[in-house]
C-alpha cells in the first residue's frame, strides 16, 4: 500500500483539482493491472521454467522380464523423465557371455515399457569417464540409477564407481524372485525334463520305471502381492463409448513379437484389453515344459507394456458371447504368428466373436515365438549353461547379503 499511496499523490499534484481525485484513481488502476499482470506472468514463468529432472538407467534387458519393468518403474518415480540405456551386443558378450536378444529385440522390449521416454542404443557396460560425460553435458542426466545388485566388472571393480563419486548415483531395490539368469536356467530345466520325460516313457514300455514324474522346470522365487499389481496398472477404465479391443495369449518370455503385435492391436481402438491364459491352458497347449513364466509373472509384464489399458488373468481359453457383453468389446484380434495348438482343430476359441461379426486377423510384425526364443537358448546349450554358472553364484551371494531398501 505503501507503493499505492506514493503513487497517489505524485499524479494528484499534476491533475486540476477538480479531476484529481477521478483521474488519480484511473491512474493507480491502471498501475495495480499492470503490477498484477506482470507479478502473475513472472509466477506462471517461474512455474513452467521449473527444471524437469532428468534420470539415467542402464542394462542389457536380455529375455525382458517384470523385473526389469518394475526397476524402471522405480527409477522413473526418482525423476521426471526416465531416459534407459541398451547395452551393446558386443559389451554384453565381453562382461557376460552371448545375449539371447539381439540389440533390435532389446530396443524394441525397453522403448515399449510405458514409464520409458527416451533410449539410447549401444550404451557401454560400465559407466565410463566420457560417457558420463556425455550423460551430463548432451542427455542433460541429472541422476545415474541402478539397482542394489552389485553389477562387476570383469576385472572386479564396481561398473557405477564414476557416478557415485560424482554424487550423482541413486540406488532403488531389486525385485526379488526373477532374473534373466534365473529364467535361462529355467529354460534349460525344462529341457532336461522333457529329455528325462522321454526316458522315463521309454522305460515305462519296458517295465522298468521309476515312479513319479519329472519335474516342471526350475520353480519361481517370484511372490505376487495386490501392491505390485496396483503400481503395473494404469488404473483407469474405458470411456463410456470407447471401442474396446480384446487379445489373448499365453504372452509367455515376453519378446519383441509380443510388443509388436500389442502395439498393432492398440491402434484399431481406444481401449485394449488383453487375456492372459492360466498355466494349465498354456501347459494343455503347448506341452508340460510351458509354461517358462507362471500367471503372475507373464500379466505383469503384459500390464508393463504402454499399449495396453487392462489385463484379465486367467482369461478362458473360448470367448464367450457373455465375456463379450460383459466386457464391451468392440474387437477380437488374433495374430498370423502364434505357437503351434496340439487341440486347435479341436474346437475354435473364436467362433463367438466371427459369428457375429467382431474378429480379425491381424497380420503380425514380426515372426518370433516363445518356441523361438528357447530354441536359441538349445542352441546354444552350452555357452548360457556356463554363464548361468557364473551368474548362479554371484545371486547366491546377493541373496545372502541383501539388506531391505525402503522406498520402492
Known amino acids: 500500500m505503501k507503493f499505492l499511496c506514493l503513487r497517489y499523490?505524485?499524479?494528484?499534484?499534476?491533475?486540476?483539482?477538480?479531476?484529481?481525485?477521478?483521474?488519480?484513481?484511473?491512474?493507480?488502476?491502471?498501475?495495480?493491472?499492470?503490477?498484477?499482470?506482470?507479478?502473475?506472468?513472472?509466477?506462471?514463468?517461474?512455474?513452467?521454467?521449473?527444471?524437469?529432472?532428468?534420470?539415467?538407467?542402464?542394462?542389457?534387458?536380455?529375455?525382458?522380464?517384470?523385473?526389469?519393468?518394475?526397476?524402471?518403474r522405480q527409477a522413473k518415480a526418482l525423476g521426471d523423465e526416465l531416459v534407459v540405456g541398451v547395452v551393446s551386443d558386443e559389451e554384453i558378450i565381453a562382461n557376460k557371455g552371448p545375449p539371447?536378444?539381439?540389440?533390435?529385440?532389446?530396443?524394441?522390449?525397453?522403448?515399449?515399457?510405458?514409464?520409458?521416454?527416451?533410449?539410447?542404443?549401444?550404451a557401454p557396460y560400465a559407466i565410463t569417464e566420457?560417457?558420463?560425460?556425455?550423460?551430463?553435458?548432451?542427455?542433460?542426466?541429472?541422476?545415474?540409477?541402478?539397482g542394489d545388485d552389485p553389477c562387476l566388472l570383469p576385472d572386479g571393480t564396481d561398473a557405477?564407481?564414476?557416478?557415485?563419486?560424482?554424487?550423482?548415483?541413486?540406488?532403488?531395490?531389486?525385485?526379488?524372485?526373477?532374473?534373466?539368469?534365473?529364467?535361462?536356467?529355467?529354460?534349460?530345466?525344462s529341457i532336461n525334463d522333457a529329455m528325462d520325460s522321454e526316458d522315463h516313457n521309454a522305460t515305462s514300455m519296458n517295465g522298468d520305471s521309476k515312479k513319479g514324474s519329472p519335474s516342471h522346470g526350475a520353480l519361481s522365487h517370484f511372490l505376487p502381492t495386490?501392491?505390485?499389481i496396483v503400481q503395473f496398472s494404469n488404473g483407469r477404465g474405458p470411456g463410456q463409448n470407447a471401442r474396446i479391443v480384446y487379445i489373448d495369449g499365453a504372452f509367455d518370455l515376453f519378446h519383441a513379437g509380443h510388443i509388436e503385435i500389442l502395439k498393432s492391436a492398440r491402434q484399431l481402438g481406444d481401449f485394449l484389453l488383453v487375456g492372459i491364459h492360466n498355466d494349465q491352458t498354456v501347459s494343455k497347449l503347448?506341452?508340460?515344459?510351458?509354461?517358462?513364466m507362471h500367471l503372475h509373472e507373464r500379466s505383469l509384464s503384459v500390464l508393463g507394456?504402454?499399449?495396453?489399458?487392462?489385463?484379465?488373468?486367467?482369461a478362458p481359453w473360448e470367448i464367450t458371447k457373455d465375456m463379450i457383453t460383459t466386457f464391451n468389446i468392440s474387437l477380437v484380434v488374433h495374430g498370423?504368428?502364434?505357437?503351434?495348438?496340439?487341440?486347435?482343430?479341436?474346437s475354435d476359441p473364436y467362433a463367438v466373436p466371427k459369428s457375429i461379426g467382431i474378429f480379425k486377423l491381424l497380420e503380425s510384425p514380426k515372426n518370433i515365438t516363445t518356441t523361438s526364443i528357447a530354441k536359441r537358448i538349445v542352441a546354444n546349450h552350452d555357452a548360457f549353461k556356463e554363464r548361468n554358472a557364473k551368474k548362479v553364484e554371484s545371486e547366491k551371494k546377493y541373496y545372502a547379503e541383501k539388506k531391505y531398501i525402503c522406498g520402492e
Not at 483539482?17 to 517461474?46: H, N
Not at 503347448?286 to 517358462?292: D, E, L, S, T
Not at 507394456?305 to 486367467?314: A, P
Request: glycine fraction near 8%; include cysteine.
Open 286 to 292: 503347448r506341452g508340460k515344459q510351458f509354461p517358462i
Open 336 to 346: 498370423t504368428v502364434a505357437e503351434n495348438n496340439s487341440f486347435a482343430g479341436d
Open 100 to 122: 539371447v536378444l539381439p540389440m533390435e529385440e532389446r530396443l524394441a522390449l525397453v522403448s515399449g515399457l510405458k514409464w520409458v521416454d527416451e533410449v539410447i542404443s549401444n
Open 9 to 72: 499523490s505524485q499524479v494528484a499534484g499534476f491533475v486540476s483539482p477538480l479531476r484529481r481525485q477521478r483521474e488519480a484513481r484511473e491512474v493507480i488502476s491502471k498501475w495495480d493491472r499492470w503490477i498484477m499482470k506482470v507479478t502473475v506472468g513472472y509466477g506462471m514463468k517461474r512455474k513452467s521454467e521449473k527444471k524437469r529432472i532428468r534420470v539415467y538407467m542402464d542394462g542389457c534387458f536380455d529375455l525382458m522380464h517384470f523385473g526389469h519393468a518394475n526397476a524402471l
Open 160 to 189: 557405477y564407481a564414476l557416478a557415485k563419486k560424482a554424487g550423482r548415483f541413486k540406488q532403488i531395490k531389486r525385485t526379488e524372485g526373477v532374473s534373466s539368469t534365473d529364467i535361462v536356467g529355467r529354460i534349460l530345466s
Open 130 to 146: 566420457q560417457f558420463m560425460n556425455r550423460l551430463f553435458n548432451e542427455h542433460k542426466i541429472d541422476y545415474i540409477i541402478h
Open 226 to 228: 495386490s501392491q505390485r
Open 305 to 314: 507394456c504402454r499399449y495396453v489399458d487392462e489385463v484379465i488373468i486367467g
